[in-house]
C-alpha cells in the first residue's frame, strides 16, 4: 500500500465520542456515558485515547473458544501498548455439535448481533475473536457490513492425540472410527476409549475442516496478521498473535483502513483459490459467498469450477491427506502454501498489517525441506478439491468435495434410494429390510436452508449398517444439505434449488436411475420430464407456513436464500455489482 494511499485513509479517532445514544443533546449524551463508564474505574486518560471493541465469544459450551479469555487479555495488552483502550463485550458464540438444530441455522443471528453491536457502541475499531466453524464467517459477514477498522483473530486448531498408539484428532477421525463401530470393527469399549482422545486439548478440529479453512481463507484475504491462521489453540504464538492483533487494531483505526477497502473481488478470488488447493472445507463455498454478498460481490460457480481445474490440491492434511494442522504450522504455517500458489494469485491484493499479500509471503520465513505442503509438480489431487456439478436434478448447481471422495465413484449410474426428510433417515437408514444395495445412490431430500431448516450437515448419509457391516466404506449420496469440513466420501451436496423450495431433488423416487459424472460435471435424474411435471403436481412443499411460526423462526424462513446465495438473508444483501472469479478464470499473470 503506498503512503499516499495510507494519507488518504487516515482518520481522526472519535473513542468515547463515537455513536452517541440519543438523548436530543450530544454534550450530555457523553457526559452521561464518561459518569457510568468511571463507575468502572476509568480515568478521563484513559476515555480519551482510541477505543477498540474486542467481541468476546467464550462459553462454557464452546471449547473451541476455551483460550478466549486468555487471548481477550493478550489483546488488551496489545491495545494499550499501543496507546489505545481496549474494552471487550460479548456476543452470540456457536459451537457446532451444541447448537440445535444446527450451528449454521444460527450463523446469521451471530452476524447480526456483532454487526448491530459493532455499530451500536463506542469503537474506533474491533478484534473479533472467532475459531468455531460458524463463528468467522458470522464475524467476517457483520465485519464487511458495519465497515469500521476490524481485526478478526482465530482461537487456533487444538493438537492431536493418541490413541493405541495411533495419531489421532477431530473431527475426520471422529467420523472413521463412529464408522468402524457401525462396522462392527470395533467394540463397544475401544468407541467409548477413543472417546476420551480425539479432542485432547481447547481449540478448533485439527483438520482441515471448515474452522481451518475459515481461518486460512481469512488470513488470505488479508483480514487477519500474516502466519496467523495455523499457531495451535494452546501454543504461545497464539497468546503473542493475539496482542499483535490488539496492536494492529490501534492503527487500523488511526489510519481508518475498514473491511471494504481489504475485502475487493481480488482477495475473494485469492480465497477461492487457497480453498481449492487447501482441499478445504464445502462449507467454505457458503461462507465466502455470504461475506462477498455484503459487499455487493457475487461468486460465480461456473468461473470457480473453471479455477479448480487449473487448481491442484498441495496440502496434505486430513481430510484429503494425511496430516494435522500443527504439522502445517511447523511447516511455516500458510505462508508455506501462499509462497507455493503465488503465480495463481494477486500478490497486490492489500491487508490489514498494512503490505500487500505479496509482501507478507516474502516476508514469511521460506522452509524448504517441509512434507505437508507439496510442490505444484508434485501436488496431492491434480485438480483442486471442489466440484461443481449441473443437470436437472440440480438446475443452480450443486457441489462435491472430490479431493476426499472414492475414485472409482467419480463416474456412476445407480439406483435412488431416497430418504425425504431426517426423520424418515433416522427410522429407516439401519432397517434390515431396507432395499438398499452397495451400488445404490442414497438421496436425502428436505435438509437445505427452509428444509430442515437450517441446512444441517446430514448430507453425510451414514452407510447403511446391514452394508457397513458387509465392509462397505463409501457410496454415492446427495442431499441438499451440508457436510462437515473434517468428513470424506463421495459426497454430492448443496443441491439448488433445494426441495423445500421446489427443487427436483424432492421429486426423486425409489428406483429412478441417477447418473453421476464428476469430470463432466453432470449431475442428472433418467426421468423424463412429462414424468416429472406429473410428480411436480403431486408434490406438496416441505417448507413451514411461515404465517404461524414466530420470531426468529419466522424470519428466517421469510428471508433465507439458497446455498448458492450463501444461505445468507435477503435483508442483508446489497445489489450485487461483481461477480468472483471472472469467467475466463485465467491465472492473474494471465489477465
Not at 405 to 426: I, K, N, P, T
Request: charged letters at 20%.
Amino acid at each position: 500500500m503506498s503512503q499516499d494511499s495510507d494519507n488518504n485513509h487516515k482518520s481522526a479517532t472519535l473513542g468515547m465520542s463515537n455513536r452517541l445514544t440519543n438523548y436530543g443533546d450530544a454534550d450530555f449524551s457523553l457526559f452521561l456515558r464518561k459518569a457510568f463508564i468511571k463507575g468502572m474505574g476509568y480515568t478521563d486518560d484513559a476515555l480519551s485515547r482510541p477505543v477498540i471493541g474486542i467481541a468476546n465469544t467464550y462459553s462454557g459450551y464452546n471449547a473451541c473458544h476455551g483460550n478466549v479469555p486468555g487471548l481477550v487479555e493478550s489483546v488488551k495488552r496489545g491495545v494499550m501498548l499501543a496507546g489505545g483502550l481496549p474494552v471487550e463485550f460479548p456476543t452470540i458464540t456457536l459451537h457446532e455439535s451444541f447448537a440445535h438444530p444446527t450451528s449454521m441455522y444460527l450463523r446469521n443471528l451471530m452476524a447480526l448481533d456483532t454487526e448491530e453491536m459493532i455499530r451500536a457502541q463506542p469503537m474506533d475499531a474491533v478484534v473479533l475473536i472467532g475459531g468455531c466453524d460458524k463463528t468467522v464467517p458470522a464475524q467476517l459477514m457483520a465485519a464487511a457490513s458495519a465497515d469500521i477498522p476490524t481485526v478478526q483473530l482465530v482461537t487456533g486448531p487444538m493438537l492431536s492425540g493418541s490413541h493405541r498408539g495411533t495419531r489421532v484428532g477431530a473431527c475426520t477421525d471422529c467420523r472413521r472410527y463412529w464408522a468402524a463401530y457401525r462396522g462392527q470393527d470395533i467394540d463397544d469399549a475401544e468407541i467409548s476409549e477413543v472417546n476420551d482422545k480425539l479432542v485432547p486439548t481447547v481449540g478448533t478440529c485439527s483438520v482441515m475442516g471448515t474452522a481451518s479453512t475459515m481461518a486460512c481463507l481469512a488470513e488470505t484475504m488479508g483480514m487477519m496478521l500474516p502466519n496467523s491462521a495455523t499457531a495451535p489453540a494452546v501454543y504461545a504464538d497464539r497468546q503473542r498473535i493475539a496482542e499483535q492483533s490488539g496492536a494492529e487494531a490501534v492503527r487500523l483505526a488511526k489510519e481508518g483502513i475498514t473491511p471494504s477497502q481489504i475485502l475487493t473481488p481480488e482477495a475473494f478470488e485469492n480465497a477461492l483459490r487457497v480453498l481449492l488447493s487447501l482441499g478445504g472445507s464445502t462449507n467454505a463455498l457458503i461462507h465466502l459467498t455470504a461475506i462477498a454478498g455484503r459487499l455487493g460481490i457475487d461468486i460465480d460457480l461456473e468461473a470457480f469450477d473453471q479455477m479448480s481445474a487449473q487448481t491442484p490440491v498441495l496440502v496434505d492434511l486430513k481430510p484429503s491427506g494425511e496430516g494435522y494442522m500443527e504439522d502445517l504450522h511447523r511447516a511455516g504455517g500458510l505462508p508455506t502454501l501462499l509462497r507455493e500458489l503465488g503465480p495463481l494469485l494477486h500478490l497486490d491484493a492489500p491487508t490489514i498489517n498494512g503490505r500487500t499479500l505479496g509482501e507478507n509471503i516474502e516476508a514469511a520465513v521460506h522452509l524448504i525441506d517441509q512434507p505437508v505442503v507439496r510442490p505444484r509438480s508434485r501436488p496431492i489431487y491434480a485438480q483442486g478439491g471442489i466440484a461443481v456439478l449441473r443437470g436437472n436434478l440440480a438446475p443452480s448447481g450443486a457441489i462435491i468435495k472430490q479431493s476426499a471422495a472414492s475414485a472409482s465413484l467419480m463416474q456412476h449410474r445407480g439406483r435412488a434410494v431416497v430418504f425425504h426428510s431426517l426423520e424418515d433417515l433416522a427410522q429407516r437408514i439401519d432397517d434390515p429390510e431396507l432395499d438398499v444395495n452397495p451400488d445404490d445412490v442414497l438421496v436425502l431430500a428436505n435438509i437445505g436452508p427452509k428444509g430442515a431448516p437450517g441446512m444441517p450437515e446430514a448430507g453425510y448419509i451414514p452407510i447403511p449398517k446391514k452394508l457397513a457391516a458387509q465392509g462397505v466404506k463409501d457410496m454415492v449420496r446427495i442431499s441438499d444439505g451440508r457436510m462437515s469440513g473434517t468428513a470424506a466420501g463421495t459426497i454430492v451436496l448443496h443441491v439448488s434449488p433445494e426441495a423445500a423450495e421446489g427443487g427436483p431433488l424432492g421429486l426423486v423416487r425409489d428406483g429412478d436411475i441417477i447418473t453421476l459424472d464428476v469430470a463432466a460435471n453432470r449431475l442428472a435424474l433418467e426421468v423424463d420430464e412429462q414424468t416429472l411435471e406429473s410428480r411436480r403436481q403431486q408434490h406438496s412443499s416441505a417448507a413451514a407456513d411461515t404465517g404461524a411460526l414466530l420470531g426468529y423462526r419466522r424470519l428466517f424462513m421469510e428471508q433465507i436464500l439458497q446455498a448458492d446465495q450463501g444461505c445468507d438473508f435477503a435483508v442483508c444483501r446489497p445489489e450485487l455489482h461483481c461477480r468472483v472469479p471472472r469467467r475466463s478464470a485465467q491465472t492473474p499473470d494471465q489477465r
